[in-house]
């Protein structure tokens, strides 16, 4: 019950903050809806995040890749493409797999008090990792790289 009535809070807060203000009914709910999205968004987020910050306290180097600049080349040509799957989407489907056990042994027992969040959580993360799985399949798809067979060449066979 406290997730519900924080989330509350910070539902009234970021209201506040909207500008323009969200006017009727179809704003309101317009806004709902794009509050709701950023939560789950957010929330998927947070393992990308977490396996950054566990990498930095570890020491480890990671490639900067700077983000493009829309210009002249399409999004799918650009060198920050990867044709392979990134290998941090196992370490996000592990998670997912452990969210959704945490929801099945909570509905199980009846103790249903993490659900709302564990639910955003495991729904951000399923939005999270698709997007990590699509992208470099459309872009491969769309580049047709020479050589490639089929897009299942990037799952990294």
């Given amino acids: 019950m406290p997730f519900l009535f924080s989330t509350g809070a910070l539902f009234l807060v970021f209201h506040a903050a909207q500008r323009p203000r969200p006017r009727g009914i179809a704003g309101n709910l317009r806004f709902l ?6 939560l789950v968004f957010t929330m ?6 977490g396996g950054a910050v566990i990498s930095g306290w570890l020491g480890r180097e990671s490639p900067f890749v700077r983000t493009p600049k829309t210009g ?9 493409v990867k044709r392979r ?9 592990l998670m997912l797999a452990w969210l959704v056990l945490g929801l099945a042994i909570g509905w199980r027992r009846g103790e ?9 959580a495991s729904t951000g993360l399923v939005w999270v990792t698709s997007l990590s799985f699509a992208h470099p399949l459309r872009a491969a ?4 790289w020479r050589g490639t067979r089929s897009a299942r060449a990037i799952a990294g066979s």
């Fill in 33 to 38: 809806g794009m509050m709701l999205s950023f």
């Fill in 44 to 49: 998927g987020l947070s393992v990308h995040n």
């Fill in 72 to 80: 002249g080349e399409r999004w799918t040509l650009t060198t920050y």
């Fill in 85 to 93: 799957l990134d290998p941090k989407l196992f370490r996000d489907l």
């Fill in 112 to 120: 249903f008090a993490l659900f709302p969040i564990q639910l955003m």
């Fill in 141 to 144: 798809l769309r580049r047709g």
